[in-house]
């Protein structure tokens, strides 16, 4: 079944570049499905960050879009999230997850299913 | 961007009870409508997308309904391993959107 195990490093000083890799098993990355990043800050509810599909096409958070960039390499499996300038208020456990649904006009749109099982990162000097 | 609202908060349950949660879009989202359980220290995990199609291996208790604005969750006689937060997500509009959860715990 699809599997998909989140990594790096769960410490990042404030202003500092947050970089994740997903790895995605039991599935193919060029399979026909979207790539999503979400996180969630400590006792809080979830916040889409951004999705991506094999081709390269994206499709951001507006209130992440300056910030973010998700990027995949096929030939490793695996996708990628970038998040610069970071602050304590982006300390969050962050998801990767594939993404099923539909294109909506000229954006991708769907549920997401199934999801890593995340990773704390913390910002902090 | 369409803010998604779900009450109650918290709902204290028996086990074996009948339990309705609500999911409010601040606009239609027509049909576009998933839900997701999550329980401490896991990952979310999808229960219905669709608004009423359960996703694979998901218990024939779960159910969902609603259109529009307003959707419900409803779990028919609540298991122990129910008790979790529960989730839903609109993916209607860009962008995605999830509402702020409510917690069901045990009475």
């Known amino acids: 079944q699809v599997q998909l195990q989140e990594s790096g490093p769960g410490l990042v000083k404030p202003s500092e570049t947050l970089s994740l890799t997903c790895a995605v098993s039991g599935y193919s990355i060029t399979g026909g499905s979207y790539w999503g990043w979400i996180r969630q800050p400590p006792g809080k509810g979830l916040e889409w960050i951004g999705s991506?599909?094999?081709?390269?096409?994206?499709f951001y958070n507006p209130s992440l879009q300056s910030r973010v960039t998700i990027s995949v390499d096929t030939s490793k499996k695996q996708f990628s999230l970038k998040l610069s300038s970071v602050t304590a208020a982006d300390t969050a456990v962050y998801y990767c997850a594939r993404q099923l649904g539909r294109y909506s006009g000229t954006y991708y749109v769907g549920w997401f299913d199934p999801w890593g099982q995340g990773i704390l990162v913390t910002v902090s000097s | 961007e369409i803010v998604m609202t779900q009450s109650p908060a918290t709902l204290s349950v028996s086990p074996g009870e009948r339990v309705t949660l609500s999911c409010r879009a601040s606009q239609s989202v027509s049909s576009n409508l998933a839900w997701y359980q999550q329980k401490p220290g896991q990952a979310p995990r999808l229960l219905i997308y669709?608004?009423?199609t359960r996703a694979t291996g998901i218990p024939a208790r779960f159910n969902g309904s609603g259109s529009g604005t307003e959707f419900t969750l409803t779990i028919s006689s609540l298991q122990s391993e129910d008790f979790a937060v529960y989730y839903c997500q609109q993916y209607d509009n860009w962008p995605l959107t999830f509402g702020g959860g409510t917690k069901v715990e045990i009475k």
């Open positions: 669709g608004v009423s």
């Open positions: 991506m599909y094999h081709s390269g096409s994206t």
